[in-house]
């Protein structure tokens, strides 16, 4: 069965994956919806900017991030600066290295969402006397749920399942950057097959009924689409 | 052209009391609106006009949906746009009905109803909730989802969710266009009674001249994103420099109101200003008002009355106007004592007749539609 520090490195995972999503959502949402509005012609490049981490080897992106969050790269230089720690091989540098790393999964299924609304339904809101603010909330977020769902869902997946970028930048210290992929790793090199085999097996599972039952509410949240309707 | 149009304004501004004023400069990729107008603050005013024309942007433009910088609107008192003020849409006491219902599919029926209504200042009910669920016949669908309704009903419902928040304006874009034959005259029952009961003008955007001649007081006719012509509906619709005067459904629309019932031959008699319409029996009151529409096909002409006749509906009239209608045919405008009327007869029969403007001579109408 699990031993105590794979249980740590479960935890750790889960915290990491949550607090991650939590972040995305916060951030991509604004962003998600201004790629949706914007006509904005070079608005491209920000979209391939968002999508690059999803070609990008996570080892590169890593080694990037690995670069400025330490001692005298810019952001941890700065938080040195300012009395703080570089962020490196530290809990909030992995939370960094995890939003830069999950971004395109929460912000494309929000984009689409929001994209796939049109401009009708908040047309229709704004001649009923609801501000841009109010529309935002009432009527985008709402209509937008699946995509909010989907992106919460592959937001936490994918984080979970984060090696490369972790490796790089969160380095491998049990209790405190430890994740689950890597303690995998850990037992596969020392040949502890029946831990790897218990902890993989897990992940599977959990992944897989994630995403099973994103599927399923995302059919039950399927709206109607008759007659031209919202 | 612009003399044309000021020219026309000038006109208008005698016969309406301008309360809506409209100067609209709308430019976008392949396609420009540029009107000016003056539109009357009571009844149904249909903008009228070919697919591409600009009516719909026209309506947009009014919603505050549409900008342009070089625009002015002013609704009775307010200035809703000028060079230094754009009220955005939220802010204008307007309610839209699109073509397509557009409901919020995330709220019930209720909900749908009760969104705009608790975004309205509440003082402002000229037209509460409960008229609005009661003019359009929906008391027995407030607890559905909106995907339990036929497109009927959901069109009924995006019209009452506009009314309820007891608009200045509304503004309807082809509120029927995507609906079927049936839903069509299911709806249109209680367009027709909003525009009976409800003192709040309307802008009807219509491709369709059978909606039009059933609705609108008024006509603002666009073309090509121009202001083509724009007056009273029974003007405009007989008036034979426009293309409504012309083609197989060329038609007058006349107001009559029921002068009383004869049982014995089961027909009811109607009364216009012209005289005495004869139709079956319709079961109306006395003194309900009216309208009748005659299409122009329907109507020919004699010199001298006709007593071996079975049409009934024969009335005196002057030629007022002719203009050839292809290579065999006329369009007339006749008056009735003053009232329009259009005939479309052969370019042999005019020929007989020797029929010029200010010819006297009668009317036989063979048949009558009644429109409500």
């Not at chain 1, 937001?155 to 303690?183: K, R, W, Y």
């Not at chain 2, 052209?1 to 000021?6: D, S, W």
């Not at chain 2, 049936?182 to 027709?192: A, T």
């Not at chain 2, 009335?315 to 009327?341: C, S, W, Y």
Request: glycine letters at 8%; aromatic letters at 8%; one cysteine or more.
């Amino acid at each position: 069965m699990l031993s105590d520090s794979d249980l740590t490195a479960l935890l750790i995972t889960l915290k990491l994956a949550a607090v991650t999503t939590v972040i995305l959502l916060l951030i991509g949402t604004p962003i998600a919806w201004w790629l949706a509005r914007s006509r904005w012609r070079y608005k491209f490049f920000i979209e391939a900017i968002i999508a690059l981490p999803l070609v990008l080897p996570p080892t590169v992106l890593g080694f990037y991030l690995l670069i400025a969050l330490g001692p005298n790269g810019p952001i941890g230089g700065f938080m040195q600066l300012f009395g703080g720690q570089p962020l490196a091989f530290t809990f909030t540098g992995l939370v960094i290295g995890s939003v830069f790393y999950s971004m395109p999964f929460v912000i494309q299924p929000l984009q689409s969402a929001f994209h796939a609304i049109g401009h009708r339904p908040l047309e229709v809101a704004a001649t009923l006397g609801a501000s841009p603010l109010d529309r935002f909330f009432t009527v985008a977020v709402p209509l937008a749920r699946p995509g909010f769902l989907t992106a919460t869902v592959l937001g936490f997946a994918h984080t979970i399942g984060e090696f490369g970028v972790v490796l790089m930048i969160g380095g491998n210290i049990p209790g405190q950057t430890q994740v689950l992929s890597i303690a995998i790793y850990d037992h596969v090199e020392v040949l502890e097959y029946s831990q790897a085999h218990w902890l993989s097996g897990g992940l599977l599972i959990l992944s897989f009924l994630m995403l099973i039952s994103v599927y399923a509410l995302n059919r039950r949240f399927a709206l109607p689409k008759i007659g031209g309707d919202l | 052209m612009h003399l044309i149009v000021a020219l026309h304004y000038r006109k208008l501004v005698v016969i309406y009391n301008m309360t809506i004023d409209a100067r609209f400069k709308i430019i976008r990729d392949n396609f420009t609106l540029d009107v000016e107008l003056n539109i009357p603050d009571t009844g149904v005013t249909a903008i009228y006009g070919d697919s591409g024309c600009g009516k719909t942007t026209l309506l947009r433009a009014i919603a505050g949906l549409e900008y342009s910088p070089t625009s002015y609107l002013r609704v009775g008192h307010k200035i809703w746009q000028d060079s230094s003020t754009f009220i955005p849409p939220e802010k204008r006491s307007v309610a839209y009905v699109f073509q397509e219902a557009s409901l919020f599919s995330h709220l019930s029926v209720r909900g749908n109803l009760e969104y705009g209504l608790k975004r309205v200042p509440k003082n402002n009910s000229k037209v509460s909730l409960e008229r609005a669920i009661d003019l359009l016949g929906i008391s027995h669908l407030l607890d559905r989802n909106t995907d339990q309704l036929s497109g009927g009903e959901r069109q009924r419902i995006a019209i009452a969710r506009a009314l309820a928040i007891s608009p200045r304006l509304l503004l309807m874009d082809e509120p029927l266009a995507a609906l079927d034959l049936k839903r069509k005259h299911e709806i249109m029952p209680y367009l027709e009674s909003l525009h009976d009961e409800l003192k709040i003008p309307v802008l009807y955007v219509s491709h369709a001249p059978g909606e039009v001649a059933r609705l609108a007081d008024h006509l603002i006719l666009l073309e090509n994103g121009q202001l083509k012509a724009s007056g009273k509906l029974d003007q405009m619709l007989t008036r034979l420099d426009l293309p409504l005067a012309h083609g197989d459904k060329a038609a007058a629309v006349i107001h009559a109101t029921v002068a009383g019932h004869d049982t014995e031959f089961d027909l009811t008699y109607l009364d216009f200003p012209g005289g005495r319409f004869t139709v079956a029996h319709k079961d109306l009151k006395v003194n309900h008002p009216v309208r009748l529409r005659v299409i122009a096909r329907d109507v020919s002409l004699t010199l001298e009355q006709q007593s071996n006749t079975s049409i009934l509906n024969i009335f005196p009239a002057i030629v007022d106007e002719m203009t050839p209608e292809g290579k065999a045919q006329v369009m007339i405008r006749l008056l009735i004592n003053g009232i329009p009327l259009l005939a479309r007869i052969t370019r042999k029969s005019a020929s007989l007749l020797e029929l010029a403007p200010g010819k006297h001579l009668y009317a036989q109408v063979k048949s009558v539609a009644l429109l409500s």
